[in-house]
C-alpha cells in the first residue's frame, strides 16, 4: 500500500539556519504530495503541495520538489525564524488508492533565537 | 467561511462512558475523514466517508464508529470510552480529486 516515511525529529536549529526535512514516499503510481504545518495546540494546515513530477511547491519560505526519480518531496528553507517551530508533515493522496490522505510521522522542528 | 468545525474541543470521559465527536463542513465536500494523533505521534485513519451513505475503515477503527447521513455532518461516536482512546481526534474534509484536505481545530479527549 501507499506510506510515506519522514526523518524523525525533534530537529533543534538556530535563527537563521537552513532547514531540510526528508520526506520519501511508496506508491504504486504517481500521487499528490503535500506537506502541512501543526504549530502548538492548533489543527494541521497545509504548507504547499505539489501535483505531478517535477513540480515545485512553494509558501512562506518553504519548498520542495516532486522527485518521482527518488520517490522523494524534502522540505527546504534558507533561513528560519523562531515563528518556523512547529510539526511537519508530509503526506500523499492518491486517487487509484481510494483518495485516502496518507501522512509521514511527523518532524517536530525547534528552532531557538 | 466556517470550513471544518469540531465540536467539543476538550472532554473528559469516565472509562466505558459514550459520545459523539461531531464534525461539520460547509465546503460541499464529498471526502470526509476521521484522525486521531496521540502524543508525539502522526496522525492515524480512523474511518473515513466518500460521500453520503459511504463510509470505511481506516487503520485504527476498532471501538469507534461513525455515520454520513448527509454531505455536511460526519460524527464520530465512542461507545465505551477506553484510556487507550486518550487522544487528539481530528477531522477533515476534502473534494473527490487529489487537492488538499482541510482539518477542523481539533477535540482533546482524555478518558480517565
Known amino acids: 500500500g501507499n506510506s510515506v516515511t519522514q526523518m524523525e525529529g525533534p530537529v533543534t536549529l538556530s535563527e537563521e539556519a537552513f532547514l531540510t526535512i526528508n520526506c520519501t514516499y511508496t506508491?504504486?503510481?504517481?500521487?499528490?504530495l503535500f506537506w502541512y504545518v501543526q504549530y502548538p495546540g492548533e489543527g494541521l494546515q497545509l504548507l504547499l503541495k505539489?501535483?505531478?513530477?517535477?513540480d515545485k511547491g512553494s509558501n512562506k519560505g518553504f519548498e520542495a520538489t516532486y522527485r518521482k526519480e527518488t520517490t522523494s518531496f524534502h522540505l527546504e528553507k534558507g533561513s528560519v525564524q523562531v515563528s518556523d517551530s512547529a510539526v511537519y508533515f508530509c503526506?500523499?493522496?492518491?486517487?487509484?488508492?481510494?483518495?485516502?490522505?496518507?501522512f509521514g510521522g511527523g518532524t517536530r522542528v525547534l528552532v531557538k533565537p | 467561511n466556517a470550513g471544518v468545525t469540531q465540536t467539543p474541543k476538550f472532554r473528559i470521559l469516565k472509562i466505558g462512558q459514550s459520545m459523539t465527536l461531531q464534525c461539520t463542513q460547509d465546503?460541499?465536500?464529498?471526502?470526509m475523514y476521521w484522525y486521531r494523533q496521540d502524543p508525539g505521534m502522526g496522525l492515524k485513519l480512523i474511518y473515513y466517508?466518500?460521500?453520503?451513505?459511504?463510509?470505511d475503515k481506516g487503520e485504527v477503527p476498532n471501538g469507534y464508529n461513525v455515520s454520513r447521513s448527509t454531505t455536511e455532518d460526519f460524527p464520530l461516536r465512542l461507545e465505551l470510552a477506553a484510556p487507550s482512546q486518550t487522544s487528539v481526534y481530528f477531522c477533515?474534509?476534502?473534494?473527490?480529486?487529489?487537492?488538499?484536505?482541510?482539518f477542523g481545530q481539533g477535540t482533546r479527549l482524555t478518558v480517565v
Open positions: 477533515a474534509s476534502s473534494a473527490p480529486d487529489e487537492t488538499e484536505a482541510f
Open positions: 466517508s466518500v460521500g453520503a451513505g459511504i463510509t
Open positions: 503526506a500523499l493522496r492518491y486517487k487509484a488508492a481510494g483518495n485516502k490522505l496518507t
Open positions: 506508491a504504486t503510481g504517481y500521487p499528490s
Open positions: 505539489a501535483t505531478k513530477a517535477d
Open positions: 465546503m460541499n465536500h464529498n471526502y
